[in-house]
Every structure is written in structure tokens, then in C-alpha cells.
């Protein structure tokens, strides 16, 4: 998918990174990235220590040190 855009529709995002943001007590704004990588079908990679903390243990997010 390099070099491609792909568009989500807003309204899928929005509703289930409502959802995640809840579920997982991050932020709105953090979920938002999440939901759209999950309904993109592909996996999240972050920096972010702190989200990472909180959700790293969901299957679909990979630690960038850890990327290979």
C-alpha cells in the first residue's frame, strides 16, 4: 500500500473509536488511528509509549521496536 491513500469513511471511525476509547480508556484522538487501521484491515504501528502501554496487548498494535 505504499505510495496509495486509502479513504475510510469517517462515520465507521467515529463511532467505533468512540467505542475504543472507552473500552481501552484512551483518547478519542488515539482511538480514531486505531479504528482506522482496523477497518482498514492492517496492522497499527506506534511510537507512542504511553498508548502503547495501554494497548499493547491487543493483537493488531505493534510496538515500533519491535518492528521488523
Given at each position: 500500500m505504499l505510495?496509495?491513500?486509502?479513504?475510510?469513511?469517517?462515520?465507521?471511525?467515529?463511532?467505533g473509536?468512540?467505542?475504543l476509547a472507552r473500552r481501552l480508556t484512551v483518547s478519542f484522538f488515539d482511538a480514531c488511528y486505531l479504528q482506522a487501521a482496523r477497518d482498514l484491515g492492517v496492522q497499527?504501528?506506534?511510537?507512542d509509549?504511553?498508548?502503547?502501554?495501554?494497548?499493547?496487548?491487543?493483537?493488531?498494535?505493534?510496538?515500533l521496536g519491535d518492528y521488523r
Open positions: 505510495g496509495t491513500v486509502v479513504l475510510t469513511p469517517p462515520g465507521s471511525v467515529v463511532v473509536a468512540a467505542e497499527f504501528l506506534t511510537a509509549q504511553a498508548f502503547y502501554r495501554q494497548v499493547g496487548a491487543q493483537p493488531d498494535v505493534i510496538w
